[in-house]
């Protein structure tokens, strides 16, 4: 390993001790370190606001930058915590709500496929999930440095969950369903048009992978939209469970129809979503590019 990577990952486990013996307020100086640190995800950020919130004005959009920090923040804090958090104290970070969604799905006997996304806390919600009902399945792209990535792996796996490399998905997704177990996809990221197509976010054409409609027309697994979302009312998380979407077995039309619900829920939380992605990258033919 080089000498960048080793850093990186002396830095990650440092990191990661820090927030697990200190207040919740270092983890939002963290998050505002990053956005210090790695100006080119406030550009991408602004960047994206403009196109999804061209009616907002410059300040508007950069309060919603802010608080995609913030949130940074406190997925990490949480994430530094995972080793302490247990059956018995779990409820003080995070509650479901609409769980009746899922325990109706599971009845049918055909899996359930999780369709979430870089909003509010994405590795609580799986965690959460895995200690509060049963394990699950999570897709997972490994990290570059393979040091960090069994650092981030072992944390996943704390509530019994199991890990399923983006490499070798299809067959190990299909496993799964065909045993009537859970499996949670991310499919808010941008894809190639080799994997996926064109479909309406935020008024802007995006590229979305359409593997997860396919899968879910092939199996007639259950389709739940799931996140877990900051309350401040609260001071945790709400691992919100929405009504199953239905398939139509047109793996373009059913993307548009799950990038259409997330849309709307990350127009309720803007603030939580990750718009510090290229979301918007890929680009129909003719067109400059976003970024």
Not at 85 to 103: P, Q, V
Not at 114 to 136: C, D, R
Not at 161 to 180: F, G, P, T, V
């Amino acid at each position: 390993m080089d000498r960048i990577a080793v850093i990186q990952y002396l830095l990650a486990r440092f990191v990661l001790w820090s927030l697990a013996h200190s207040p919740p307020a270092l983890g939002n100086l963290y998050g505002q370190l990053m956005d210090l640190a790695l100006p080119r995800l406030r550009r991408v950020a602004v960047r994206n606001l403009e196109l999804a919130y061209p009616q907002k004005t410059p300040a508007e959009r950069d309060a919603i930058a802010n608080e995609v920090f913030r949130s940074i923040g406190r997925l990490l804090y949480a994430f530094a915590r995972f080793p302490q958090i247990n059956a018995g104290n779990i409820s003080d970070w995070i509650r479901y709500e609409g769980l009746e969604h899922f325990t109706e799905a599971k009845k049918a006997g055909r899996g359930v496929l999780f369709a979430t996304a870089h909003l509010g806390n994405w590795e609580l919600s799986a965690f959460a999930h895995g200690l509060m009902t049963e394990p699950m399945h999570v897709v997972i792209r490994p990290l570059d440095n393979p040091r960090i990535d069994r650092l981030v792996e072992h944390r996943r796996r704390l509530s019994g969950n199991h890990l399923i490399e983006k490499w070798d998905s299809a067959r190990a997704i299909l496993r799964a369903l065909q045993h009537n177990q859970s499996v949670g996809i991310l499919i808010d990221q941008n894809t190639s048009l080799q994997e996926g197509a064109f479909v309406n976010f935020f008024g802007t054409p995006a590229c979305a992978n359409t593997a997860f409609a396919k899968i879910a027309a092939r199996t007639g697994a259950a389709v739940i939209p799931g996140f877990a979302l900051w309350s401040d009312r609260e001071r945790r998380y709400v691992l919100r469970f929405y009504p199953l979407v239905e398939m139509t077995g047109d793996p373009v039309e059913d993307t548009r129809h799950l990038h259409a619900v997330l849309e709307g829920v990350i127009r309720e939380h803007p603030g939580q979503w990750l718009w510090i992605h290229r979301r918007w990258k890929t680009r129909p033919a003719g067109e400059p590019p976003i970024y």
